[in-house]
């Protein structure tokens, strides 16, 4: 396959800030699905009277996907006068998605240790809130922290969609290229070099905390 080197060296600039749409875009989605995620998984580790509305959050957001849940972000609520911009649409698109994603990543996480553990912290003296901060929360997070990794890398992926509301991202930077150069190989060379030098050293990542982290909690 013979590649116009030229054409992508003066392609670099464009992919270099559809990265850095994307990355900032996921970052923030990232950080809204974990907030999401863990407050819905300790609504139903405790089991309050709202758990079904949870619960059934938790389906909502893993079995519908992310690029409608952006277009009804971003075309069905302007529809009622509710006008979000693009970006704040493709951040809450990502918490919504991610957040179901990871409310079961960390309920598994707390499931998986014993219920005698919290009735025993309980019983100490400790309150719920205790409890979980000094006895359940380092367990559990051990137990459950690849699947956040893996969730963190499926949202990053994921961002690829923005381009279907008109953020210049990665893939929008992609396809433009294709669009108006013809230059499919070479555009689709450096999207997957975009893709792949953010998520193999964010895997690394993972697989050294996990590891670290398990010395020092298990």
């Known amino acids: 396959m013979d590649l116009d080197w030229q054409f992508m060296r003066h392609a670099l600039g464009a992919f270099g800030w559809g990265l850095w749409l994307t990355l900032y875009i996921s970052f923030a989605g990232i950080v809204c699905a974990l907030g999401v995620g863990f407050g819905v998984a300790l609504g139903l580790y405790f089991k309050g009277f709202y758990s079904p509305l949870l619960a059934c959050y938790v389906q909502i957001a893993r079995n519908t996907p992310l690029l409608i849940q952006l277009f009804f ?12 911009s693009a970006k704040a649409c493709a951040i809450l698109g990502l918490g919504f998605l991610g957040g179901g994603y990871m409310a079961q990543s960390f309920l598994l996480g707390l499931k998986a240790l014993p219920k005698v553990q919290l009735e025993s912290a309980l019983s100490l003296g400790l309150s719920r809130l205790q409890a979980l901060r000094y006895v359940l929360f380092p367990q559990s997070l051990a ?12 949202l990053l992926k994921e961002s690829s969609v923005v381009s279907a509301i008109a953020l210049v991202d990665v893939m929008f930077v992609a396809k433009d290229l294709i669009g108006i150069y013809y230059k499919t190989n070479e555009a689709l060379v450096l999207l997957v070099l975009s893709y792949l030098v953010v998520l193999l050293p964010l895997s690394g990542l993972f697989v050294a905390l996990e590891k670290y982290y398990k010395r020092r909690v298990c």
């Open 143 to 154: 137990i459950c922290l690849p699947s956040l990794g893996a969730n963190v890398i499926f």
């Open 73 to 84: 972000l971003y075309y069905g609520l302007n529809q009622i006068g509710l006008s979000l």
